[in-house]
């Protein structure tokens, strides 16, 4: 729906709206809180929730719930919703309790989380997920996971047994990379017909798409494998075949460039420079937005180094977000230098469903309870409360 073609009517009044908008976010102060077009996405306020595990799908269909609609539906404020990681296939699961995007059932489910968001008047992707060699036997059957090659990535698996370490993966096969890119495919197209308005390919962290960009992961000499351009040819092909249902629009996709997870992935000058020729040729597909996580912060409390993401604002054309550890101030600083677009939070949303109510009134934040982050239902999970109207009305 936020693709639609717009009459020159259309667009001379949504100009307007936003000329009004922007002189809004002006009195604010807060260039956070002005409209902004990122690719086929048209955002009210620049407030992005980030993708959040909370492994609250139901029994073993992996199918989200009624609390999803209604967790959802509480943060439709954000000017784009990024929904959790979602499988996009049986071989892709990694952790328990996260829903998928490839049986009928989910496509179902998801379209009640969807329908509500888009009533309230917001606007969610869905970010599609592959764990490849980051999964575990326990969550596949028995069966080894399968990775770029067989090379233990030496991080740990989440299963209904709690926290195990990774095993030595299998190399995946031409057909198994062949059959990966497929469903990245078909699970586009699954997501476009649950009605979100759009996907966003999961290169974060530990999991298959960062495995194959990592030298140290992918040994392979074929056609994935070898150098940095073989290396990041898997990415490649699953964002141009999100891209298909999309008519080449709807597609955002996540990095983690300062992404360091035990011995295996660091972001040292090789891994750097490798993410620099990525982002530069990420120009040359259909990527409706880069969404970036900046490195960690050193201590809680510190502004993030606008620095890490203004190097990729230099290499990439299209519209950036930004994350990791933004507050209002920060996020309001880095979009005031222009080297970001938007700004997603992660925790914040979690404990402040009215994030963007609490932004542009000036209230103060609560704190989640990390307690609750994966520990399924209700609790922790949608009885985080709004704030109070009445709060500094005098
Ligand atoms: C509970 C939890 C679950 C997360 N799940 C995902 C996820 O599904 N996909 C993803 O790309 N990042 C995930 N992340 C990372 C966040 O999107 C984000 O990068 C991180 O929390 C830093 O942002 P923040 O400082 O705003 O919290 C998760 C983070 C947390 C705390």
């Known amino acids: 729906m936020y693709t639609a073609e ?36 048209r955002l009210p306020n620049r407030v992005v929730m980030a ?18 609609a209604a967790y959802y539906g509480q943060r439709a404020s954000a000017g784009l919703i990024i929904a959790e990681g979602t499988w996009v296939g049986e071989q892709a699961i ?14 179902a489910a998801w379209r009640r989380v969807t329908g509500v968001v888009h009533a309230l008047g917001g606007r969610i992707v869905l970010q599609l997920w592959h764990t490849g060699a980051a999964s575990h036997p326990d969550h596949l059957g028995g069966r080894r996971p399968a990775g770029p090659s067989a090379i233990n990535p030496r991080t740990r698996s989440f299963t209904s047994g709690g926290f195990k370490e990774t ?13 990966t890119v497929a469903d990245f495919g078909a699970a586009s197209e699954n997501a476009r017909r649950a009605g979100f308005d759009g996907v966003e390919i999961g290169g974060l962290g530990s999991f298959l798409i960062a495995q194959f960009l990592n030298p140290r992961l992918n040994h392979r000499t074929d056609a994935y494998g070898g150098d940095r351009a073989a290396r990041r040819r898997l990415l490649l092909e699953i964002v141009d075949a999100a891209a298909v249902p999309w008519g080449g629009r709807g ?21 750097l420079a490798d993410y620099d020729a990525l982002v530069s040729a ?26 890490e993401i203004a190097r990729y604002r230099r290499r990439f054309d299209g519209p950036l977000i930004a994350n990791n550890g933004y507050d209002r101030a920060s996020a309001n600083a880095l979009i005031a230098s222009g080297n ?19 932004f542009a009134m000036g209230r103060e934040l609560a704190a989640g309870d990390r307690a609750t982050y994966y520990t399924g239902g209700a609790d922790g999970y949608v009885d985080y409360p709004i704030s109070d109207w009445r709060d500094g009305l005098g």
């Open 167 to 179: 095993v030595t993966p299998r190399a995946m096969t031409a057909a198994d990379i062949a059959a």
């Open 51 to 68: 993708p959040v595990t909370r492994a609250r799908a139901a029994g073993d269909g992996l199918v989200p719930t009624a609390m999803h």
């Open 340 to 358: 970001a677009d938007a700004v997603s939070f992660a925790t914040h949303f979690i404990a402040n469903p009215d994030l963007v109510t609490r």
């Open 282 to 307: 990420l120009n040359d597909h259909p990527v409706a937005y880069l969404h970036l996580r900046g490195r960690d912060l050193a201590a809680p409390g510190e502004a993030p180094d606008a620095g």
């Open 6 to 41: 717009t009459t020159d009517t259309a667009d001379t009044a949504a100009a307007t709206a936003d000329t009004a908008d922007a002189a809004g976010a002006t009195a604010l102060g807060q260039p956070l809180l002005s409209p902004a077009d990122l690719g086929a996405f």
């Open 251 to 271: 597609v955002g996709v996540r990095l983690g460039p300062y992404w360091t997870d035990g011995e295996l992935f660091r972001a040292d000058e090789e891994t």
């Open 94 to 107: 990694g952790f328990v309790n996260v829903p998928g995007i490839y049986t009928e059932e989910q496509v």
